[in-house]
C-alpha cells in the first residue's frame, strides 16, 4: 500500500490492526518459468497449475476474508494466458491488484495489463545484466519502454518499480540503474540477494556479496541519492539495516502477506515454507485460525530476512516514523 493513498491505508489498518488478519495475498498463479535464474529456487519446483475458475473461487473467499491487495507472482505469471482475466476479476471485486515480473514478455504483453495497478519488474543491472539473467539488456528494455508507454495511454497512476537484486556482479550497476529509474519516470527498490536453501556453495560463491566493503559503499550512494531526490523506494532506515545486514526488527509480515502457492497451501512467507494448511479446500478463515500457534512459534524461531516488502511492511507496522514517512509501496 502507499503512504499517499489514505483510504486504502485505512482499509489496510483496520483489517490488520482489528481484525487481526492479513491484507495482502501474494499468490503464485503458475509452476512455469521462462529464465533459470542460477540463484532462484522457485522454477525447480513443479505442480499443476490451477484452473482460473479455481482462481477466482481463491479471490472471491479471500475478498471475503478482507484481503485488499492481490499480489500475481511467481515463477513468471506471464507465462499463463488467461493472466489478463485473472486481474480483471481481482480488480472486480474491488481489490488493488499487482504482479511481478521478469520482463521477458513484456513487449508481448504490455497491452493486456490495463487491471495491473502495480507492476515490477526485475531489473538487475546494466552491464551485468545478461550474465546475472542469461538475456540481453536491450531486450528487457524493449519491454520495460512499452510497457512504460503503453501504462501512460491507459491513464495509470502508479509508476513501473524497476526492482534490483543486489549481488556480487551488480554493484557496479547501480548508480546507472538509479539514474536510468528518473529517466524513464519509473521508481526503483533495492534488496539484497538472500540464500535460499537450494542454492548450492558453487552458485553463492559466484552471486553472492563478499567484498563488504565495497557493497557498504554501494549502499551508502542508494542512501545519498535516496536523500537527493531520486525515486528510490526504500526507507532509510531500511536501507541502513541492508547495508550492515542488520534484522534487528519485530517480523510482521505473516500477519501483513499471505503467501499463498500454486496449489493453495499457506505457507508463512517466502522464506518459511512449511505448509500450514490448504485455502482452496478449507478456506481462509479455517486455514488462518487454525493455524494461529503454529505461525508464532515459526516466526519466533526465525533467523529472519531482509526482503524489502517484509521488512518494510513490518517496520512500518511497528510505526517507524521515517519508513511511514518514506517507504513507497505495497
Known sequence: MSRFDPILTSKALWQIRVQKRPFVLSHAVNTRCNMKCSFCDYWKKSGEEPAKEEIFKLL?????????????????????????????????????????????????????????????????????????????????????????????????????????????????????????????????????????????????????????EKFRCTVDRIIELKEEGYPIINSKTYLRMVREGEMNYICRASGIIMNVTHDGTLETCRVQNEPLGNVMWDGFESVWENSEDRRKEIVKDCKGCLFFGYTENSLMQSLNPEVIMHYEWM
Not at 479471500?62 to 476479476?89: C, S, T
Not at 521508481?187 to 560463491?205: M, Y
Open 60 to 212: 472471491d473467499d479471500a475478498r471475503e476474508f478482507g484481503i485488499g491487495v492481490y499480489n500475481a507472482w511467481i515463477v513468471e505469471p506471464l507465462l499463463r494466458k488467461d493472466l489478463p482475466q485473472i486481474m480483471a476479476h481481482a480488480k472486480k471485486l474491488g481489490m488493488i491488484t499487482s504482479m511481478v515480473t521478469n520482463g521477458k514478455l513484456l513487449y508481448e504483453r504490455a497491452e493486456e495489463l490495463e487491471d495491473v495497478d502495480y507492476l515490477s519488474v526485475s531489473v538487475d543491472g546494466v552491464k551485468s545484466y545478461k550474465e546475472i539473467r542469461k538475456m540481453d539488456f536491450e531486450t528487457l528494455m524493449k519491454g520495460l519502454k512499452k510497457a512504460i508507454e503503453v501504462r501512460k495511454l491507459q491513464n495509470k497512476k502508479n509508476p513501473i518499480l524497476m526492482n534490483c537484486v543486489l549481488t556480487g556482479k551488480n554493484l557496479d550497476d547501480i548508480e546507472t540503474l538509479i539514474l536510468l529509474a528518473k529517466k524513464l519516470e519509473v521508481k526503483i527498490s533495492f534488496e539484497p540477494v538472500h540464500r535460499f536453501p537450494g542454492i548450492s556453495e558453487e552458485v553463492w560463491n559466484d552471486i553472492g556479496i563478499h567484498d563488504m
